[in-house]
């Protein structure tokens, strides 16, 4: 099929004599766009702001788990490093492995 097949000739011709049809051709794209910064955007700096705050709020001595599945307790941390201890070995990870803090609750 041709190009004329999906936009017929009159029509592109018409849309571009006339200016307010820049416009009709504008403002879905503009709401997709809106939409898009809404539906997939804005919940993912909410996220990832949470999720700052959070790995801001751990110290020395809370229990977390890491986006591996692995509990522990941290024991001391740096600038971008916690070390966690396991129960008799320690390791170390960054501080965005860090899935959540860990709660008497939910052991």
Do not use: W
């Amino acid at each position: 099929m041709t190009v004329s097949a999906y936009f017929p000739v009159p029509l592109m011709a018409q849309a571009e004599a006339s200016g307010s049809s820049i416009l009709a051709f504008l403002f879905p794209i503009l709401i997709l766009g809106g939409l898009f910064y809404v539906l997939l955007i804005l919940p993912q700096r909410r996220r990832q702001k949470k999720m700052e705050q959070l790995r801001s709020e751990i110290t020395v001595g809370d229990d977390v788990r890491t986006i591996g599945g692995i509990l522990g307790r941290v024991v001391a941390e740096d600038d971008e490093v916690f070390t966690v201890d396991l129960g008799g070995s320690t390791i170390r990870i960054v501080k965005r492995a860090v899935a959540e803090k860990v709660t008497e609750d939910e052991k």
